[in-house]
């Protein structure tokens, strides 16, 4: 069962990558991180609320592939890292060799992944670079590339 569900999501991931190449506009770059491309602090109290995105792991996975993003192998982990039996609050969560993709359901999670430097928060979508040690100018094109999925997606 386990093995199909991964390759369920493989080939989930792999029709997201194909489906946004096809889409990509030829010359584009996704550029390094500037004050405009930064989006608002991650929350700060536990009483607030994630702003919701249809946004999956999967498609920011597929974007960062298509910006040319050193991306060659991805993992669905959703089963063992959220949900009823996972261990933090989310729905989603991707694995590369460079970063962790996670969309959050809670605050609290999303502040205790991304906080110090160690990830970034764009509405309900994480990026945790600390669990990989990605280098610092990389960070940046992988931010990014998720403002850019944020801006084209979420308005």
Do not use: H
């Not at 999501?9 to 991180?33: D, H």
């Not at 996972?86 to 809670?106: A, L, M, Q, R, Y």
């Amino acid at each position: 069962m386990r093995t199909t569900k991964l390759a369920l999501a493989t080939m989930t991931g792999l029709a997201l990558v194909a489906g946004l190449a096809s889409c990509a506009t030829p010359g584009t770059s996704t550029g390094t991180k500037t004050a405009a491309a930064t989006s608002k602090p991650s929350p700060t109290a536990s009483g607030d609320v994630l702003p919701k995105s249809s946004i999956r792991a999967l498609d920011v996975v597929a974007t960062f592939i298509n910006a040319g993003l050193p991306e060659t192998s991805f993992k669905d982990v959703s089963d063992y890292q959220c949900g009823e039996n996972g261990i933090n609050e989310c729905t989603d969560w991707v694995t590369t060799p460079n970063i962790d993709v996670v969309k959050f359901t809670s605050v609290r999670e999303a502040e205790y992944e991304t906080k110090g430097g160690g990830g970034y928060l764009k509405g309900d979508i994480g990026l945790v670079f600390y669990k990989k040690g990605t280098a610092k100018d990389q960070q940046g094109k992988y931010i990014a590339a998720l403002d850019k999925l944020w801006a084209e997606k979420e308005g």
